[in-house]
């Protein structure tokens, strides 16, 4: 009787057990550095397709990847999504995110814009180009990143801090282009050439542009984007430089599935749906950016701003060359 009884409570702990774990397999978890109001109608939209359950944390990249290092093997998260390919690529060196081998991914992710290794992939493309006063300058001025460390451009220049991801990226990308000797000399040139000193952010780069100090700067695409749509009247435009040599600097939105995720392949699925042709106008319209899939055309508005060249460097490059940035930027008192 005992044995009987014994068995009986095995075989309920089993199912009790194997049930778990199936309730489970239907959840994921993702940490995003992306923020709330971009993310959930994709997740929401992905659940009603699959039934899939998503939990999600939100943060800023570097607090998302110390907090999944400290975790180790004990992470809930599956899925990293965060901003920029030098984070991207932070995130692979550090060790928390895996290989994936997906054939859809690699159909769907131009090889420039994806991890070498396939520890991450670009969902959405942003550019980081010049915008421009259309009171005081004609696009026939512009040209290059470069020129824009030409004497015309003598206390008319604006940039963004040196400390945010996008322009440490932006010259990483130069180095690879160009060597550290040649884009520290565009960097000084740009030092030389600024009309105020560095702002901290994109918009208020733009703003002091419109208040008369000064006429060009470099932005990513989408902050122009979110003042036009405010004011269609806006005094900008974007520019794209580069289109005879190296085309347009871009960055992207991405994300890879943890080292230690308790559901990969689910984190995989997802991941291919985020860069499918269903899923890829929700990821990028919202945050008025580029679909990485080639075979998805851009938000008619997104579109109303003009086709470029964009650079074809491999995104690795932003994170493999950041810290080389850093001192060069360093050097050249670009602050």
């Known amino acids: 009787m005992n044995q009987i009884r014994l068995f009986a409570l095995l075989l309920v702990m089993t199912l009790l057990l194997t049930s778990a774990g199936l309730a489970f397999a239907d959840e994921l978890v993702v940490y995003s550095a992306r923020n709330e109001q971009l993310i959930k109608p994709l ?3 992905y659940t009603e397709k699959t039934g899939t359950k998503i939990t999600y944390v939100t943060d800023k990249a570097g607090p998302l990847l110390q907090r999944l290092k400290s975790e180790g093997k004990n992470t809930r998260a599956d899925l990293l999504i965060t901003v920029d390919a030098g984070n ?56 290059s990143y470069e020129a824009l460390g030409e004497p015309q451009w003598e206390n008319r220049l604006l940039l963004r801090t040196s400390k945010k991801v996008y322009n440490q990226s932006l010259v990483a990308m130069l180095i690879a282009e160009h060597g550290k000797e040649k884009a520290e000399q565009i960097v000084r040139a740009w030092v030389g050439n600024l009309a105020a000193a560095p702002f901290s952010n994109d918009t208020k780069t733009m703003e002091a542009i ?23 009247n806006l005094k900008l435009a974007l520019y794209w430089p580069n289109q005879g040599s190296t085309g347009v600097h871009v960055n992207v939105s ?11 392949d689910a984190a995989v699925k997802l991941l291919e749906w985020l860069s499918s042709e269903e899923a890829q106008n929700l990821f990028a319209d919202g945050n008025m950016e580029y679909p990485v899939n080639p075979r998805v055309e851009a938000h008619e508005y997104v579109k109303a701003w003009g086709d470029f060249k964009a650079s074809g460097q491999n995104l690795a490059s932003a994170g493999m060359l950041q810290k080389a940035a850093i001192k060069l930027m360093d050097r050249s008192d670009y602050r």
Request: proline letters at 6%; charged letters at 25%.
């Open 43 to 45: 997740f929401d939209a």
């Open 88 to 143: 991207l690529w932070h995130a692979a060196e550090e060790g928390v995110l895996r290989a994936v081998d997906s054939p859809a991914l690699g159909a769907n992710v131009p090889d420039h814009l994806k991890d070498p290794n396939n520890r991450w992939f670009g969902l959405s493309l942003r550019a980081r180009t010049i915008v421009y006063s259309t009171e005081r300058v004609t696009p026939e001025e512009l040209s």
């Open 210 to 232: 419109l208040a008369g100090q000064g006429d060009v700067a470099i932005v990513n695409t989408y902050y122009f984007g979110r003042m036009l749509k405010k004011d269609p």
């Open 254 to 264: 991405g994300a890879g599935v943890t080292k230690h995720a308790k559901n990969p």
